[in-house]
């Protein structure tokens, strides 16, 4: 049987207040309606439609990198009237799963329950009980439990009202059925919209088994038509990836403040402190420490490894037992191997540090190959850019840089080499060979300070 899933995504979202389409507003950085569209695509979905309306183009660049079918609804009358403009791609033997692209949490376990109870049945729904279903259409079922329809908040009675087990919107139909059903939709309500909702009391009339069940977090099927629900969305997103990598064998100091916009996986006995965050694909070994106000980005982080606060790590690897920051920035292509040491503002880009090398402090590393056991001094830098093209540094094992120096790119040091401190390097030094550049110092006996002028 050919699973078909519909996202429905044509809203504005007025109440936004954006020129940017409702479901293109981000949950960790990702638009409301991408997250949608990867769970669906999780249940190996044979097509996925796209409904929309509003910023259509807008959509359409956003999302380019997906297979979708998009199908434009032009004027937005309802939800059964969004899913009417799917109806020509719909077969009788096909199961139709109906999403919606401003509610960014559903989970592939809980569609999958909703598509297992749709085996045995023309429809099923997902429902949700809520203290307070103010806003929702309420599920109306008869003495036997068995549901009969869904009636809209502004046309419910008194009595109806009182429901605390209210719609989602989210569903699966039989193709079969599903068409025959949206041909008899009507606008006879309040709002003179097509809803889809009527489709339930269709069922019940013709005597179909109406299957139901319930995602596991209300937050699931929590939508946003507003900057504040969004929010709440991002808290509700934010605290389940805190959860999941808690049990994963991380600890947290404070759940509540970290943002995960990606993937993140962690060994054991990692300890993570408040605001960090991670961004992209990143990896923690076990006993890995990352301290308060980190951002990590696309990088992996080797056992026993501690990243002090304040660091920015994005596209590099660091090994075992490696010591960053506080205040250290390590951009893409830097590699840094077992016990590196690298201090407070250090930045490091596209090079590679040797075992037991050390940059502690206020140097600028790019575009070096540096060995094992190298002393990096306070103030040094490697000079790779001539505004033009970019140059190597090579400093071999063993090599002591001295603080303020300047390594003017190409050039090499040679193994157990000492550069003196305060040097302009500007050609290669030899194994074992000490290179001092300074510029020769006068010392001025008698010297007038200058005085203010009055």
Not at 106 to 111: A, H, M, Y
Request: glycine content about 10%; overall charge neutral; aromatic content about 4%.
């Amino acid at each position: 049987m050919t699973l078909r899933v519909v996202i429905l995504a044509a809203g504005k979202g007025t109440r936004m207040r954006s020129a940017l389409p409702k479901v293109l507003h981000p949950v960790a950085q990702k638009p409301m309606v991408e997250h949608v569209i990867d769970c669906a695509s999780s249940l190996n979905a044979d097509a996925i439609h796209v409904v929309y309306g509003h910023g259509g183009e807008q959509l359409k660049q956003a999302l380019q990198h997906h297979r979708l079918n998009w199908v434009e609804q032009s004027q937005q009358l309802g939800t059964g009237h969004a899913v009417q403009q799917v109806q020509d791609y719909i077969q009788p033997q096909d199961r139709v799963l109906v999403l919606y692209g401003d509610v960014p949490l559903i989970r592939s376990e809980t569609l999958q329950q909703l598509l297992q109870q749709a085996q045995q049945s023309a429809l099923a729904l997902l429902t949700v009980t809520l203290p307070d279903a103010t806003g929702y259409g309420r599920i109306v079922r008869n003495k036997a439990g068995a549901i009969e329809g869904i009636v809209e908040q502004k046309d419910a009675n008194a009595e109806q009202l009182q429901i605390r087990e209210a719609n989602t919107g989210i569903l699966v139909a039989s193709g079969q059925y599903l068409k025959r059903w949206l041909a008899k939709l009507s606008n006879d309500n309040a709002q003179n919209e097509y809803y889809l909702t009527d489709i339930v009391a269709m069922a019940a009339g013709e005597g179909v088994k109406i299957a139901s069940c319930q995602p596991q977090q209300a937050s699931e099927v929590e939508g946003a038509n507003n900057r504040v629900q969004l929010a709440a969305l991002e808290r509700a997103y934010q605290l389940r990836q805190a959860e999941q990598l808690m049990l994963a064998g991380a600890t947290l100091l404070d759940p509540a403040r970290i943002d995960i916009r990606g993937r993140v996986r962690c060994g054991e006995d990692v300890v993570i402190d408040a605001n960090v965050t991670f961004e992209g694909d990143v990896e923690l070994g076990d006993g890995v420490v990352i301290e308060a106000n980190v951002v990590l980005k696309d990088c992996r982080i080797g056992s026993g490894s501690r990243v002090r606060a304040f660091s920015h790590i994005e596209g590099a690897s660091l090994g075992e037992t490696v010591n960053v920051g506080p205040y250290a920035r390590l951009r893409p292509g830097a590699e840094l191997a077992d016990g590196v040491q690298v201090g407070n503002f250090v930045e490091i880009k596209k090079t590679r540090m040797g075992a037991g090398s050390k940059a502690s402090h206020l140097t600028y590393l790019g575009d070096a190959n540096i060995g094992a056991e190298v002393n990096i001094g306070a103030g040094t830098i490697t000079c790779n850019y001539d505004g033009v093209n970019k140059f190597v540094t090579d400093i071999a094992d063993g090599a002591f840089i001295g603080s303020n120096s300047s390594l003017v790119a190409p050039v090499s040091i040679g193994q157990q080499a000492t550069v003196g401190a305060g040097s302009t390097i500007t050609r290669d030094v030899a194994d074992g060979e000490l290179a001092v550049a300074r510029a020769k110092q006068r010392n001025i006996s008698g010297w007038q300070r200058p005085q203010k002028q009055k």
